[in-house]
């Protein structure tokens, strides 16, 4: 009997199941989209309940739409946002009327300079690999001690949604978090490789507030009968720990090497770089986090806190006409907006786009950074616009690229996943503002397809996750950068940095953020 294996990702704006064979080939695939809550500016919540159900609403949809036997579905494994954290109760129940703080999440300015002020920038980076941030949950869980205190004081867990998705679909009576999630709370000891005493007590978390740590691709349990009789998948299918997201994508990317680097262009950006140990970052802003691997192996990752989200906006707020006749015209927005895109040059005419419309993450870790046009004239059409998004985005991305370069990896080639990886032209821009080798993989939702190896590897179906890799990753296509478009490119990502650093220094962006509290 041919086996199959699923991977599941459970993501900022969706939750995506997809049912492979073990040559890594899509047998069926489905998704289900979820809103975030803005009640205010800056603060971003999510309901658990609606992710939760979405997990059992895609899983259900792959094993009705594939056809196959359910009893050849051999392994599932999961992939999750990293950042959004919740906490339950000593019933498992979570609080906050069922919402945890998301990622995207900046109400905690104040809490942020707590920690710079209480443990330091230095030290901080030292002892969990990350720069302090709006990012990680350690922030925001000092905002809910100051600011929710009776809901803080139900809390028996403090949890991400891996742990808390684990259990609500395996039969484990634990709290398991996998080392890849936990080395981005902000709480964990990355070289240790447990929760560090030190910040724990600077913050005044107790250890039995957290879960256990555990190696990702290490089965947990098996599917809990109820969500088996909900979904049609298999009595006693093996669930495994996987990771988080981008770790996950690299492992769907095949980055288990020296000179790989997987660059993620979904909501938000993320780059994943192999590291053999976890090797520091002089400036600072390159995060040393767990690679999602049974061994402790480690990674250099940046992040851009709205990458496709950038272009996302731009289609609903200005490029919001390709919406309204995609039910006339059949083709996709993104589509038409990347055809006028097409017809701009390489610069976009002069026009350069700031994707900060959630604040900055690698390299300025600025959560008062704001996104705008910069050069706009009455000559600049709508495909200007979209190409200086799309430019952008990748100006912004390869000041993380640079970032690895000035800790001395010899990146090789970059390999893309994410919705960008549909889009032929920004492929190409990619290729020629990094001046690197560029590819796309057979499976471009690599989030996924390492979820899925990893939940193969915990069931024992690969032996370890070089072999999942070999079977299942795929290199589809490679874009060659073009030598004159870089140096183009060069020139006007040195103006967009220049111009960032101008704003930050006048206090711009400070000014804007605060308005923006009233």
Not at 201 to 212: E, H, N, Y
Request: aromatic share 8%; hydrophobic share 40%; glycine share 10%.
């Amino acid at each position: 009997m041919t086996r199959y294996i699923i991977g599941l990702d459970n993501g900022t704006t969706s939750a995506r199941a997809k049912l492979y064979d073990l040559d890594g080939a899509v047998v069926a695939e489905a998704s289900q989209e979820y809103e975030c809550e803005y009640s205010n500016p800056g603060w971003v919540d999510q309901d658990i309940t609606m992710l939760d159900e979405a997990n059992l609403t895609v899983l259900h949809e792959i094993v009705r739409s594939s056809g196959v036997d359910p009893l050849a579905i051999s392994s599932l494994g999961l992939s999750t946002q990293r950042g959004l954290h919740l906490y339950v109760d000593d019933q498992g129940r979570v609080l906050r009327n069922g919402r945890g703080l998301s990622w995207q999440d900046a109400r905690h300015p104040k809490q942020l300079d707590q920690l710079r002020s209480d443990i330091g920038e230095q030290r901080f980076y030292a002892i969990t690999g990350l720069p302090i941030s709006a990012f990680w949950p350690i922030g925001k869980i000092l905002w809910m001690q100051q600011n929710e205190p009776e809901e803080y004081a139900k809390a028996n867990k403090i949890l991400t949604t891996q742990e808390y998705f684990l259990r609500q679909l395996s039969d484990i009576d634990d709290w398991c978090i996998d080392w890849s999630n936990a080395s981005l709370t902000g709480l964990m000891d990355v070289e240790r490789l447990e929760w560090s005493q030190e910040i724990l007590d600077a913050v005044g978390i107790r250890f039995d507030q957290l879960p256990r740590i555990v190696p990702s691709g290490r089965q947990v349990g098996i599917i809990r009968d109820a969500v088996a009789g909900r979904t049609g998948l298999p009595v006693g299918l093996p669930i495994s720990t996987g990771g988080g997201d981008q770790q996950c994508a690299g492992i769907g990317a095949g980055v288990i090497e020296p000179g790989l680097c997987e660059l993620t262009i979904g909501t938000a950006g993320n780059s994943v770089a192999y590291l053999d140990r976890p090797v520091s970052d002089p400036q600072r802003v390159i995060t040393r986090s767990v690679h999602a691997t049974p061994e402790p192996v480690w990674e250099a990752e940046g992040i851009q806190a709205a990458a496709g989200a950038a272009y996302r906006w731009f289609r609903d707020n200005i490029g919001y006409l390709a919406r309204y006749i995609e039910p006339f015209t059949r083709i996709d927005p993104y589509v038409i907006l990347d055809r006028l895109a097409a017809r701009s040059p390489c610069g976009a005419n002069g026009l350069i786009f700031h994707p900060y419309l959630a604040g900055s993450m690698t390299p300025h870790y600025d959560e008062h950074a704001r996104g705008g046009f910069l050069g706009l004239t009455l000559k600049h059409d709508l495909g200007d616009l979209a190409r200086a998004v799309l430019e952008g985005v990748a100006y912004e991305a390869r000041e993380v690229l640079a970032a690895y370069d000035a800790m001395g990896l010899d990146l090789k080639e970059i390999r893309l996943a994410g919705g960008a990886t549909k889009s032929d032209l920004w492929c190409q821009i990619q290729a020629d503002i990094y001046g690197k080798p560029t590819s796309i993989l057979q499976e471009g939702e690599c989030a996924v397809l390492g979820a899925a190896i990893l939940g193969a590897v915990g069931a024992g179906i690969f032996v370890d996750v070089e072999s999942g890799v070999a079977s299942m990753v795929h290199v589809k296509q490679t874009y060659q950068p073009d030598p004159g478009r870089h140096e183009r490119y060069s020139e006007l990502w040195k103006v967009f940095g220049n111009v960032y650093e101008a704003l930050k220094a006048a206090g711009v962006y400070r000014s804007l953020s605060a308005a923006q509290q009233h």
